[in-house]
């Protein structure tokens, strides 16, 4: 088996984990994910925490469809902070769950109640005696390289073993800047997981149930992170007047660019990206 190459953290990804820990603060939920809004709303009434909550839970349950019958052992791979994990467990799953993040770790011990090991490794590094009989990326498959999730899931599978994962892509190869920018391109995970030996058993297009999380983020980001950023760029421009200077600079230099991006996300992804999930089945 080839050794599979680790790739560097690009600047995307750490934006995306900064959005991480944003979303976190909002959700206050075990999940770290999009959710599936099983009912698309059709007024932005509808958009609101609470239902996310319940589009996460839905979203677990969405995940579980594609599990197929007698899996047994799952290793969680980007696990976040446990709800998927705790989700497959309470169904009688043997769950492992991998991040590179102690704060995750020990979110993932609280929300499983210590009933599945965490490994705090990248997968790319990731080295163990046990085999699993499904390997679940839900939305960490844009922060590994195509070819190393293909190589080390077929090195950790069992004989006949299944890859199930669900994350934003690109359907548009040539956006290739911006916010969304490390997300793979459909084609290029598609070549390298059937280059590696792996069919693809079953695939949905979840798009549209995934979208108004991203409406609802940017509304609460209009609504409360602009005025709460102003709000602190007034109190520091009265209290120390001579971080006036540098927190213009800092406003044009970065965050100008930044915020315009964040409050187009949604169009973006509209324009160059989709969100599925893919179950594949490892024949070699
Ligand atoms: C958006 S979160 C998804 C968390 C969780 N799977 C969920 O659905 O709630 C992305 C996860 O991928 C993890 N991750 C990032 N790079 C990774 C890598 N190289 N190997 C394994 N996990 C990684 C992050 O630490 C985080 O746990």
Known sequence: MPNPNTSKISQATRYQNAAIQYYLGLTNSPYLHYGYWEHVPSSSDEVTIKQLRVAQEAY???????????????LDVGCGIGGNAAYLIERGFNV???APDA?????????????????????EDFQTKNSYDLILLSESSQYIAAGDIAQCAARLLNPGGYLLFADMMRSDAKYDEGIFSNCHVVEDI??????????????EDISKQIRPTLDLCID????FGLSTLKYLGDIVKIAVPPLQGILRWISNRWLKKLVVEGLAAPKIFDKHLCYQIQLWQFLK
């Open 60 to 74: 677990a349950a969405k995940l579980l469809t594609f599990i197929p019958e007698g899996t047994r052992t799952v």
């Open 96 to 98: 492992e769950g991998l």
């Open 103 to 123: 704060f995750q770790e020990e979110r993932f011990i609280e929300n499983t109640k210590g009933q599945a090991p965490f490994h705090l490794t990248k997968f």
């Open 190 to 203: 598609h070549a390298a997981l059937l280059e590696t030996g792996f069919n693809l058993v079953k695939t």
């Open 220 to 223: 609460n980001f209009r609504t």
